[in-house]
């Protein structure tokens, strides 16, 4: 059974796709929409698990997408939101089922199942790559409007080949699968390979891909590796138009001025990302009780250990976004001090090596003492820590000139791997209008640059007392 894993956490979605396989499915991971549609016009899969906050795409209008484009496979929904109204509605818009976060993994694997036993339509379960299909049942391979007739084992071969289309399969999985040896100098995979292709292939465009001291390809390579795309969709600047305060004026509004919804959205927001790193902890200390594996990877522990340290940094930044706060002695509040107040939520993460913070300011700059600004502060940490699950280096820099504070968070990764972070617009694509509603009422301006690892904020500040120069801590 090949399923399609549609999910943007890449530490939820290994989880999930080891353990799935561990129970006889074949998975592709599929990191953004475009991924999404191309695995579905190349492969045919028998089950789409969909993860309802799929970066800047949101779940459900993609759901709406592929049943409108006559795309008839299973979806079973994935979701943090557990309000009846979030479940009739992914079901009125096509969903098979609907399984909220975080889950048991075997409540994940039996509705699974039930899905695919209630869906048992023969055509699902042909597979297909391009022009080339192999029904299982009947053993018979078409390519095109041609019948291509293979011996037993030939179609073993192909038959393992494409269900794990796009990856590369090794001579010895080959082996092992098709002819139950472990034999490692037996040129029987060889041999039948170049059985195949010409079979397959005869004359007609190639398939069937060596992959230099690995082992096999069918097909072109697979796209689900891809980092999120967001190519499609808004960035840039959001301009507020009211106007930034002069020097001397005094910053408004107070914390209590806030919206009743606008608190809700923030807070329900942190939420959300709190339960994609709770599920992962819940599904690998699940699979190792089932598995009774005696040993544990250290890699796979230390992930594990950090998804466990993001989930502690959000459940304290939903506190501290609700937490209330004494009236201030004054108006104005050193940014130093602020951050350092902040941080104290964050200590974990930084303990853990995930979060590694450079300061990049003048000692004397001093922005509004408002719980409101505050609150936005810790909504975009704890929405960068809970969007990405990588080492991160997160730099601030600040300059206060003429009663204006411009604040630059910027963020890189901390370790080896080149896959770039989410961007800026990625990382708030729910929280953008809520976020503008505040930092309006703050008297201030957020720019999303487009594509970059970058937030702007600029704010009201206190003049400034000594001349600004560079500060690094």
């Not at 005696?294 to 992930?303: E, F, R, V």
């Not at 998804?307 to 501290?320: E, F, N, P, V, W």
Request: glycine content about 6%; charged content about 25%.
């Amino acid at each position: 059974m090949l399923i399609l894993l549609a999910d943007d956490d890449p530490q939820l979605a290994t989880f999930l796709s080891k353990s799935l396989e561990s129970e006889g499915y074949s998975v592709h991971t599929a990191l953004d929409e475009s991924s999404v549609m191309n695995e579905l016009k190349r492969q045919n899969y028998q089950l789409i698990i969909l993860d309802l906050n799929f970066g800047p795409t949101d779940g459900l209008k993609l759901l709406e997408k592929l049943r409108a484009n006559g795309v008839e496979t299973p979806v079973l929904v994935l979701s943090a939101r557990n309000r009846v109204s979030d479940r009739i509605e992914s079901l009125n818009l096509g969903a098979d089922d609907y399984v909220t976060k975080p889950f048991s993994f075997q409540e994940l694997a039996a509705r699974a199942n039930a899905i695919l036993r209630r869906k048992a339509d023969p055509s699902l379960n042909v597979l297909r790559l391009e022009d080339l299909e192999l029904d299982p049942l009947t053993r018979k391979v078409h390519r095109g409007t041609h019948e291509i007739k293979l011996s037993p084992k030939e179609f073993d071969m192909l038959h393992l080949l494409m269900r794990r289309a796009g990856e590369t399969v090794s001579r010895q999985q080959l082996l092992q699968e098709c002819w139950e040896t472990t034999e490692t100098d037996s040129n029987l995979v060889d041999v039948y390979v170049n059985y195949l292709r010409k079979k397959v292939e005869a004359g007609q465009a190639k398939m069937i891909f060596t992959v230099r001291g690995s082992g096999y390809r069918l097909g072109a390579p697979a796209t689900g590796a891809q980092s999120p795309a967001a190519a499609d969709h808004e960035h840039g600047v959001i301009h507020l138009a009211h106007r930034i305060p002069g020097p001397g004026s005094s910053p408004q509004p107070s914390g209590s001025e806030l919206t009743t919804n606008a608190l809700r959205a923030l807070i329900h927001a942190i939420a959300h990302d709190l339960a994609q790193p709770l599920t992962s902890v819940r599904c690998f200390l699940e699979m190792l009780s089932i598995r009774k594996t005696p040993g544990i990877q250290p890699a796979d522990l230390k992930t594990i250990e950090q998804q466990a340290d993001r989930a502690i940094a959000l459940a304290k930044g939903i506190s501290a976004v609700v937490r209330d706060s004494a009236a201030a002695d004054s108006a104005w509040i050193s940014l130093e001090a602020l951050f350092n107040e902040i941080f104290s939520d964050f200590s974990v993460l930084q303990h853990s090596g995930l979060l590694t913070v450079q300061r990049l300011w003048d000692p004397s700059v001093q922005v509004s003492s408002s719980p409101v600004l505050r609150q936005v502060l810790v909504l975009l940490l704890s929405k960068l820590t809970g969007r990405n699950a990588r080492p991160m280096v997160l730099t601030l820099a600040a300059e206060s000139k003429d009663g204006r504070c411009q604040l630059e968070l910027r963020w890189r990764p901390a370790d080896s791997v080149q896959k770039p972070l989410p961007d800026a617009a990625n990382i708030l694509t729910r929280e953008r209008s809520t976020l503008k509603e505040i930092v309006f009422a703050l008297g201030g301006e957020l720019v999303l640059p487009e594509g970059e690892c970058r937030i702007v904020l600029r704010l009201p500040g206190a003049q400034a007392l000594a001349p600004a120069a560079g500060f690094v801590q």
